[in-house]
């Protein structure tokens, strides 16, 4: 079945890095845009970037810089490398699919969310 | 930025109706697509594209958009339906290309 895998979350001190990164099955990886979300304890929903198909990356204007999105499709995985964390950056990371048109784009599958926590 | 607001919370009770809005500048133009997320569960896609349910999604859940507001409902309302609703729109005037609504905490009476 269609289904999404995070990994590589966990405890880092703030100013460290992380790689995340999500396996996908189930579905033609190549042909579908990828994306990250986040969200903190106890709060909602916030998106961090997305990747098209093979290329053009775009982040949330708060994270440019930091977070670098890419993607291997020869092994139908999404990475997530996260630099210079911060305190504020601890939160559950989901991998989504994207589900896009020329009018919007939803998040169609999510997988279950690795998390991250900065702290020293 | 575009900003899309929920309110905390809806309370129902099973068998009824919920309604939770979701309201944003001339968001009538906008397609909104709606998150169900259960208490420590990831989130899942309950409607697309204002109205169109992905397969697998009771039919109880409906979408609607007028003017400045999205309208989520689920109808004949289940005890398993108790979980947080967000709102989203992709916004394609700003970096913030998804735009989330706050949530909406339902509770089942």
């Known amino acids: 079945q269609v289904q999404l895998v995070e990994s590589g979350g966990g405890l880092v001190k703030p100013g460290g890095s992380l790689r995340l990164s999500c396996a996908a099955s189930?579905?033609?990886?190549?042909?579908?845009?990828m994306a990250w979300i986040r969200q903190a304890p106890g709060k909602g929903l916030e998106w961090v970037s997305y990747?098209?198909?093979?290329?053009?990356?775009y982040y949330a204007d708060s994270l440019k810089g930091r977070f670098t999105i890419s993607r291997d499709n020869a092994k139908n995985s999404l990475f997530l490398q996260m630099n210079g964390l911060r305190a504020e950056d601890t939160a559950l990371y989901y991998c989504?699919?994207?589900?896009?048109?020329?009018?919007?784009?939803?998040?169609?599958?999510w997988g279950q969310g690795t998390m991250v926590i900065v702290s020293s | 930025s575009y900003v899309l607001t929920q309110p905390p919370s809806v309370s129902v009770a099973p068998g009824k109706t919920a309604s939770i809005t979701c309201g944003g500048d001339?968001?009538?133009?906008?397609?909104v697509h709606w998150y169900q997320q259960r208490p420590g569960q990831a989130p899942v896609l309950v409607i697309y594209?204002?109205?169109y349910r992905p397969s697998g999604i009771p039919e109880r859940f409906s979408g609607s958009t007028s003017g400045n507001t999205a309208t989520l409902t689920i109808s004949r309302v289940e005890a398993g339906d108790e979980a947080d609703y967000y709102c989203?729109?992709?916004?394609?005037?700003?970096?913030?290309?998804?735009?989330f609504g706050g949530g909406t905490k339902l509770t089942v009476l």
């Open positions: 989504a699919r994207v589900e896009y048109s020329a009018s919007s784009a939803a998040f169609d599958i």
């Open positions: 189930g579905f033609t990886f190549s042909d579908y845009f």
């Open positions: 989203q729109v992709w916004d394609t005037n700003n970096d913030l290309l998804w735009v």
């Open positions: 001339n968001i009538g133009s906008d397609s």
């Open positions: 594209y204002d109205i």
């Open positions: 990747m098209k198909r093979s290329d053009s990356e």
